[in-house]
């Protein structure tokens, strides 16, 4: 079946423009993470949802990101007024449940601020 | 607090040769762990897990990695190196009760020689 999509798969913006970054989680998974992995780093967690829970929103780094997800389905990850330290790799994951730890990864967004 | 330790950034080896990818984990309770393989331009995809039971765990493409809990370590091995092993590899703890979101190590790159 499908993976997790991502898009656009790169993203160029001005200093100080919104954007936004789509993901489309497996079909029937109900748990969806995003990350970011800043050039030679490691991933560093941002948001987590899980169905209609509150979602865990402890690895957003500023109020300038925020993020959405509609049911089990499409989520969407803003970032406002982005800043050139903002430039990374942006991946989502997917996995069947609460209880899932076995993550699925999009390809990513990779997003360059000039 | 939890994290991942991965002390090499850069190893390089031959084709054929045995690999050893060293990770160190610091984690309150029995840890869930994971290894997973980017390579370029590529999501992540997950080569093995371990949960509970037998500490030495089969993964795909070959690698295989062991639990060790008085060294508090989880090292990737594979006996014979491709070329088509290189990438970067990400260890990853499983996340605190309530939060799904897995911990990832910074990496080890790896370069295969002919």
């Known amino acids: 079946g499908a993976g997790v999509s991502q898009s656009p798969s790169n993203k160029v913006t001005e200093k100080g423009k919104d954007v936004e970054l789509r993901c489309d989680p497996i079909?029937?998974?109900?748990?969806l993470y995003w990350y970011r992995q800043r050039l030679g780093q490691g991933l560093e967690f941002l948001i987590y949802?899980?169905?209609?829970?509150?979602?865990?929103k402890s690895g957003l780094p500023s109020d300038r990101f925020s993020a959405e997800r509609t049911g089990e389905s499409v989520s969407t990850l803003t970032i406002q007024r982005t800043q050139q330290e903002d430039s990374a790799v942006y991946l989502c994951?997917?996995?069947?449940?609460?209880?899932?730890?076995?993550?699925?990864f999009g390809p990513g967004t990779r997003l360059t601020v000039t | 607090a939890q994290s991942v330790t991965q002390p090499d950034i850069h190893i390089t080896v031959s084709e054929g040769a045995s690999l050893e990818l060293r990770c160190n984990y610091s984690?309150?309770?029995?840890?869930?762990l994971f290894w997973y393989v980017q390579s370029p331009g590529q999501g992540l995809q997950l080569l093995l897990k371990y949960f509970s039971g037998d500490t030495l765990v089969q993964g795909i493409k070959g690698f295989e990695a062991e639990f060790k809990r008085s060294q508090s370590s989880f090292n990737l091995r594979k006996p014979s190196v491709h070329w088509s092993d290189a990438a970067e590899y990400f260890c990853?703890?499983?996340?605190?009760?309530?939060?799904?979101?897995?911990?990832f190590g910074s990496g080890t790159r790896l370069q295969v020689q002919p």
């Open positions: 990853a703890v499983g996340a605190l009760p309530g939060r799904r979101a897995l911990t």
């Open positions: 079909s029937g998974h109900t748990a």
């Open positions: 949802f899980q169905g209609n829970s509150a979602p865990d």
């Open positions: 994951a997917s996995t069947p449940g609460p209880g899932g730890y076995e993550q699925y």
């Open positions: 984690y309150g309770a029995t840890p869930y």
